[in-house]
């Protein structure tokens, strides 16, 4: 069974960090796109960044660029998120999924398919 886990999220300061997971279960990794995206409450989901497969390229949300950096190990079949300098507006509900349709990045979220359950990452004082 097809199956990704976020993990990593919780509560940290402004100006904080910290290092988000996707692991997958049920296939490999590495030959997929993976992406990041985020929902705020009352918000609409959002793309934050995403990495080829075999990890040759990434992308990231303007919002996020120069903040967060996105990586693979595939020997260990996980995607990850490290996020710097958090704030407030960071706030959201972060999910992980792989581009079934093909091994690049695509800005079309319709793409991503198996969603994993999501983490929470809160940035408050």
């Known amino acids: 069974q097809l199956q990704l886990v976020e993990s990593g999220g919780g509560l940290v300061q402004p100006g904080g960090s910290l290092r988000l997971s996707c692991a997958a279960s049920?296939?490999?990794?590495?030959?997929?796109?993976i992406g990041w995206v985020r929902q705020a409450p009352g918000k609409e989901r959002e793309g934050v960044s995403c990495i080829s497969g075999r990890g040759g390229s990434t992308n990231y949300a303007n919002s996020v660029k120069g903040r967060f950096t996105i990586s693979r190990d595939n020997t260990k079949n996980t995607v990850y998120l490290q996020m710097n300098s958090l704030n407030p507006e960071d706030t959201a509900v972060y999910y992980c999924?792989?581009?079934?349709?093909?091994?690049?990045?695509?800005?079309?979220?319709?793409?991503?398919?198996?969603w994993g359950q999501g983490t929470q990452v809160t940035v408050s004082s």
């Open positions: 999924a792989p581009n079934t349709r093909d091994s690049y990045c695509s800005p079309d979220l319709s793409d991503y398919k198996y």
């Open positions: 049920g296939f490999t990794l590495d030959y997929y796109a």
